[in-house]
């Protein structure tokens, strides 16, 4: 079954990092672009950064820039997303989605009708 695994979330004070893994587990990490995306209580999910599997370019959302990075190993079919300087507001359920893409270009931080498949997300929670 293709579905990509989340894992290393947690509960961290603000200030604190975490880094999260996106596993592909079934599927050829090579062919996919992949996506962070979260969702918090009662507020739609939101596009944070993706990785385009062509070049690797990358995008973010405005409110992680500078915080964020994204990064993937294809070796250890894993995409990571390193997290600092962590606040309240980013707190949620992430989850990783994959997009096949086969053309160079920014990868989308829409959930709706962009990736093609979703795990089952990892939870972060940030709070003192």
């Known amino acids: 079954q293709m579905q990509p695994v989340e894992s290393g979330g947690g509960f961290v004070q603000p200030g604190d990092s975490l880094r999260l893994s996106c596993v592909a587990s079934g599927f050829d990490l090579e062919k996919y672009s992949i996506g962070w995306f979260r969702q918090a209580p009662g507020k739609e999910r939101e596009g944070v950064s993706c990785i385009s599997n062509i070049d690797s370019s990358t995008n973010y959302a405005d409110s992680v820039k500078g915080r964020f990075i994204i990064s993937r190993d294809n070796a250890k079919k894993t995409v990571f997303l390193q997290m600092t300087s962590l606040k309240p507001e980013d707190s949620g359920n992430y989850f990783c989605?994959?997009?096949?893409?086969?053309?160079?270009?920014?990868?989308?931080?829409?959930?709706?009708?962009?990736?093609?498949?979703w795990g089952q997300g990892t939870q972060v929670t940030v709070s003192s």
């Open positions: 989605a994959v997009r096949y893409t086969t053309i160079p270009g920014m990868c989308p931080l829409i959930f709706r009708g962009e990736y093609d498949f």
